[in-house]
């Protein structure tokens, strides 16, 4: 079974992530870009708009599509996430939801971080890094 999720990556002005430490599974204690499930009746911009405001507490405006992965997850599923660029417009940085911890990330800490498993890459291979 294959379920769609979205990313959204956001950069501040002196060009760091902005990445969550999850705090569930599929993926807890790593470092990601914050994301998750489309809900039904939701378009992708919308879910990236609605979970970066729960995990991070932060307002943003989506931009364009940047790349697509597909991980696994428990019982056969497999994570479908479409990754965004995306702007702050507002909001109080905060972990919230699924998220234990929220942090804006130079680059070159990346490697120096417990990241989900292909994060790294993806990002290289999209040009974000």
Not at 10 to 16: K, L, N, Q
Not at 37 to 61: F, H, W
Not at 79 to 102: F, K, M, N, P, Q
Request: hydrophobic content about 35%.
């Amino acid at each position: 079974m294959r379920t769609r999720c979205v990313g959204g990556i956001v950069r501040d002005g002196a060009g760091r992530l902005l990445l969550v430490r999850r705090g569930r599974p599929p993926g807890e204690g790593l470092w990601s870009i914050p994301g998750g499930r489309v809900e039904s009746g939701e378009d992708d911009p919308a879910a990236v708009a609605r979970e970066l405001k729960e995990e991070t507490g932060l307002d943003v405006r989506v931009g364009g599509h940047v790349g697509t992965v597909d991980r696994p997850g428990p019982d056969g599923v497999v994570y479908e996430i479409h990754d965004y660029t995306a702007t702050v417009t507002g909001g109080t940085l905060r972990a919230g939801d699924d998220a234990s911890d929220v942090r804006w990330v130079r680059p070159d800490d990346l490697g120096g971080l417990p990241v989900t498993p292909g994060l790294i890459d993806a990002l290289a291979q999209w040009r974000v890094l």
